[in-house]
């Protein structure tokens, strides 16, 4: 009886209840994130702002290496994750941002600049915390093969499942990406839609009119390179215009250096030019005539 | 060659360089420590693009021993193959919600901040609303209802702080812009009261010259005009003038005659009236350095007469 009851159960099942398990098992999307040691405050908040609207992640203990990062796929998969963001954070200053898909998938690097977290008080909206958000991509992204293989990747990490488990109904924030000065740019904006409560000149035609705040936190990415596996593998892409942060702070030292040294340069030079002026002696010179 | 060989040699170059130029090569460990496969030779050499490395710091050329030749890496085959695997099929838009603006996003200067964030405004914008119409075409909820409450991104307390922060911006700015305001109205205001009192010095001085010219009046014509209050208060407002004052004064037969100068008064006049005493008083001027000696000592002086008991010459 209890089998003849389970096999129609199961019957009933897959005819009405598969639309629902097939959307789940279509974009089934889970991100790891980790970082390494050696955060700085302005990293762990970034980090924490991600972990409040990717509902579909799951926050790690820190990485002690930096080098040996095949072990994160290891971790990935103990988590049962298919996504993982990783910070690599170098002399407690310079922010490395890892993405990869994790079983062996493409991964890349990113360098993180003008990095401002959601604490800002500047940043004035707010939204639902783990609500699903819009995607916003650049036309930029279609325009070479690198763009848009990044475009993927972004698109497939960020983007919040339909039924995650901590995600919320409604639609209240836009992430957008844009590709400007070959950098990623990153923002994210609360949507407001305007009506008799937030505005109070609203008639029946701007009723509904969207306006965007700006919520956080805001970096701006630059590729490093991309790699075919995950955290490793052979390099695919990489980024001809992307200048080391520390050859940077070297290059500023050495200017400071150079004043110094181009004094003394010339104290030098000038030295040997009077040596070899003062070779004739004339007639007339102290020595000849003082004799 | 060998492709063992060339990578070898690659490998030597590459520390060579590192000596002198340090690049990128924080990933190269990383990669090299993972997989060292065929493969990865092979994307070394078939590149579809063979681009030089910039030397990015030959201003200095001492520090700079071997200039980095090394291919850049960009297999525009496998990365399409990679973007093509990597694609979810089959889902509706919104699984996915994904949204590509229409336009690229183009910055003229990466530094002009706002034509920089107002370009990003818009291309979110534009997603916002396209992706506004997808979601409703496709059943589900956009509008989040002013009454649903659920745990936000940012905590109350901290939206709290960001509010007070407006205000006080707000309120700064208000009161700046009263105390300018207040400063202005104070040097309006000064100048107002400056004016007013030099009127109301006027009027005085005004009544005080009536009020004498009344009572000369009274005094000179007290016996002959009998003069009642009414007709008093029209001949005060009738001369008003001072000149027509004195002209009335003297139509009346008035002994006194308007104050006149005195013979004190008009010396000192001639010495310091109307802006002092005259400059090249003593200096020479062309008659007098023309004329030539006639210079009389006595000249001016009172011929010295002798009075009383001296007695002349003759009579001595």
């Known amino acids: 009886m209890a089998t003849v009851f389970k096999a ?39 980090l924490t702002d991600l972990e409040g609207f990717l509902p579909h992640s799951k ?21 049962n994750c298919n996504n993982a963001i990783f910070f690599e954070v170098r002399k407690r200053q310079d922010l490395y941002l890892w993405m990869s898909k994790t079983p062996n998938g493409p991964s890349v690097k990113f360098h993180v600049q003008n990095l401002h977290t959601m604490d800002e008080l500047k940043m004035t909206g707010n939204c639902l915390k783990g609500s699903r958000h819009v995607l916003s991509f650049d036309k930029t992204f279609d325009s070479a093969p690198h763009w848009s293989l990044l475009k993927e990747l972004l698109a497939q990490v960020f983007n919040v499942p339909k039924g995650s488990r901590r995600s919320k109904p409604f639609i209240d924030h836009v992430l957008s990406f844009s590709i400007v000065d070959n950098r990623i740019w990153f923002r994210n904006y609360q949507i407001v839609e305007k009506n008799q409560l937030n505005t109070p000149g609203c008639t029946t035609l701007d009723k509904g009119d969207i306006s965007l705040i700006e919520i956080g936190p805001r970096f701006c990415l630059t590729t490093i390179r991309i790699f075919e596996g995950s955290f490793g593998g052979p390099t695919v892409f990489e980024n001809p215009e992307f200048v080391h942060p520390n050859f940077i702070r070297a290059s500023v030292r050495k200017e400071k250096l150079k004043k110094y040294q181009d004094r003394q340069k010339s104290i030098e030079t000038r030295k040997v030019r009077v040596k070899e002026a003062e070779g004739q002696e004339s007639e007339l010179s102290d020595k000849r005539v003082f004799e | 060659m060998s492709p063992v060989a060339s990578r070898k040699q690659l490998r030597k170059s590459k520390k060579a360089a590192k000596v002198a130029s340090p690049v990128e090569e924080v990933v190269e460990p990383v990669v ?21 490395d910039e030397e990015e710091f030959s201003d200095d050329e001492e520090d700079v021993v071997v200039k980095e030749q090394r291919p850049l890496y960009n297999d525009e085959a496998a990365l399409t193959r990679l973007a093509n695997d990597l694609k979810l099929k089959d889902l509706p838009w919104i699984e996915t919600m994904v949204v ?26 534009e997603a916002a609303n396209i992706a506004r119409d997808l979601v409703n075409q496709a059943g589900d909820a956009f509008t989040r209802p002013d009454d649903y409450f659920a745990e936000m991104l940012k905590s109350d307390e901290h939206m709290a702080k960001v509010r007070q922060r407006l205000l006080d911006e707000t309120a700064r700015l208000k009161a700046s812009a009263d105390a300018k305001r207040q400063r202005n109205l104070k040097k309006f205001g000064k100048k107002v009261q400056v004016e007013k009192q030099l009127e109301r010095q ?65 010396h000192k006049d001639t010495k310091y009236g109307m802006g002092g005493k005259k400059r090249h008083a003593k200096s020479n001027t062309a008659e007098s350095s023309g004329a030539l000696g006639g210079f009389n000592k006595m000249k001016g002086k009172p011929i010295y007469k002798a009075k009383g008991k001296t007695v002349g010459k003759a009579k001595r």
Request: aromatic share 2%.
């Open chain 1, 59 to 79: 926050k790690d203990a820190k990485l002690d290496t930096k080098n040996n990062l095949y072990v994160l796929n290891e971790l990935a998969e103990l988590n």
């Open chain 2, 100 to 125: 590509t603006s229409s336009e690229p996003t183009v910055v003229a200067d990466v530094e002009d901040e706002m034509a920089r964030e107002l370009s990003f405004y818009q291309q979110a914008l």
């Open chain 1, 8 to 46: 129609a159960e199961k019957a009933i099942a897959k005819s009405d209840g598969s639309s629902k398990t097939k959307d789940k098992r279509a974009n089934k999307q889970r991100v790891m994130l980790l970082s390494s040691r050696g955060v700085n405050f302005r990293h762990r908040h970034l």
């Open chain 2, 32 to 52: 090299e420590q993972v997989e060292e496969e065929e493969d990865d030779i092979e994307e070394v050499l078939e590149n579809d693009e063979d681009e030089e």
């Open chain 2, 202 to 266: 006027k009027q005085k001085t005004d009544m005080l010259d009536k009020i004498k010219l009344l009572k000369r009046k009274r005094k000179d014509g007290a016996g002959g005009d009998l003069t009642l209050d009414n007709d008093f208060d029209i001949a005060l407002e009738n001369t008003t003038d001072k000149k027509r004052a004195k002209t009335d004064s003297s139509q009346k037969g008035s002994k006194k005659d308007a104050p006149q100068k005195g013979a004190k008064r008009a």
